[in-house]
């Protein structure tokens, strides 16, 4: 069993379309992070939650949100999807004074 | 602005043989360098990392070399085998106390281990 589980894998949906992304994780860890991933770009930053209480903005946060229900559930919503947001994206997990992080199975989005 | 660069995409090596996979970094501020391994479908995993402080960290057949000076680092496989076949990212992260795993990606590169 993953120990960073991302829901759902795939998902086609509309332009203009309210979505969200789930991640759970049982690592107990308390730092979560939303990366997206591009091709020729690499991972980036979206959203990451130090704690339950604690939401920070990542280096490409326009056009998306977050919610940290409980120390494991962190989930990423698209309030208007659009077609450049198409992607694989990624949550993942780390503990404090850690550098390692530990990621999910991804989910790919594609908005049309 | 890409802060971290892989400049090659791909790479195709002979089994048996050494692997070199090259990064680049633009920011004095990184001093944490992490390597990824992700095969398709799966999300990338931890393989190596190495502190500013060192210029070389070993893991078996894995080992990452640091030049600060050229802002500069490489993962070396060897002997490389078919199972290493997958999508390589280097990674960097600023200093440890200012939220270690916002980590800043390559591009990544596909090696591919011939048989």
């Known amino acids: 069993d993953a120990d960073v589980t991302q829901t759902p894998r795939n998902r086609i949906t509309k332009t203009g379309k309210r979505i969200m992304l789930e991640c759970s994780q049982t690592?107990?860890?308390?730092?979560m992070y939303w990366y997206r991933q591009d091709p020729g770009l690499g991972l980036r930053l979206i959203y990451y939650?130090?704690?339950?209480?604690?939401?920070n903005k990542g280096e490409i946060s326009d056009g998306y949100s977050v919610s940290r229900q409980a120390q494991a559930k962190f989930s990423l919503s698209l309030e208007s999807a659009i077609p450049n947001q198409t992607a694989l994206y990624f949550c993942?997990?780390?503990?404090?004074?850690?550098?390692?992080?530990?990621f999910g199975q991804g989910t790919r989005l594609t908005v049309v | 602005d890409q802060q971290v660069k892989q400049n090659s995409p791909s790479l195709r090596v002979q089994e048996g043989r050494i692997s070199i996979l090259n990064c680049d970094y633009t920011?004095?501020?990184?001093?944490?360098f992490l390597w990824y391994k992700k095969y398709p479908a799966e999300g990338p995993t931890f393989l190596i990392s190495i502190s500013s402080i060192k210029d070389k960290n070993e893991d078996g057949r894995f080992t990452v070399f640091l030049n600060k000076s050229a802002k500069h680092l490489s993962l070396h496989i060897v002997p490389s085998q078919p199972g290493d076949s997958a999508v390589y990212f280097c990674a960097a992260s600023p200093i440890l106390t200012q939220g270690a795993q916002k980590l800043v990606f390559g591009q990544g590169t596909r090696l591919t281990i011939n048989p």
């Open positions: 920011n004095s501020m990184f001093d944490y």
């Open positions: 939650s130090f704690d339950v209480k604690d939401i």
């Open positions: 690592k107990g860890h308390d730092r």
């Open positions: 993942a997990t780390g503990r404090p004074g850690d550098t390692e992080a530990f």
